[in-house]
């Protein structure tokens, strides 16, 4: 089992940034992958980015160049920092993690935090 705990959401003026920050606890071993995604209001969560173990990322086009994950193993968290940020970034920001255990593969998701961008 792996739990995930966001925090760093709130409210911003457009152009502003802010940083997200998801720490993992549990059996952070067996995690392969984490990632942040977004919902709005009677839209399905959509992917903004992704990190693997190796440190290989991907992005939603919609972010590229704005937002940047990282992660710091020593700590099992994972972070969005974002920059430049547009009314259309808000939404309820997810943090996820992807672990295999043995022939499995599991998905687990935090609680979430919400991010509002003024304009």
């Known amino acids: 089992q792996v739990q995930l705990v966001e925090s760093g959401g709130g409210l911003v003026q457009a152009g502003g940034s802010l940083r997200l920050a998801c720490a993992a606890s549990?059996?952070?071993?067996?995690?392969?992958?984490m990632g942040w995604y977004r919902q709005t209001p009677g839209n399905q969560r959509a992917l903004v980015a992704t990190i693997s173990s190796g440190g290989s990322t991907d992005y939603a086009d919609s972010v590229k160049g704005r937002f940047t994950i990282s992660r710091d193993n020593a700590k099992n968290t994972v972070y969005l920092q974002m920059n430049s940020l547009k009314p259309e970034d808000t939404a309820v920001y997810y943090c996820?993690?992807?672990?295999?255990?043995?022939?499995?593969?599991?998905?687990?998701w935090g609680q979430g935090t919400q991010v509002t961008v003024s304009s």
């Open positions: 996820n993690a992807i672990a295999n255990v043995g022939w499995n593969e599991y998905d687990y």
């Open positions: 549990g059996s952070t071993f067996d995690i392969v992958a």
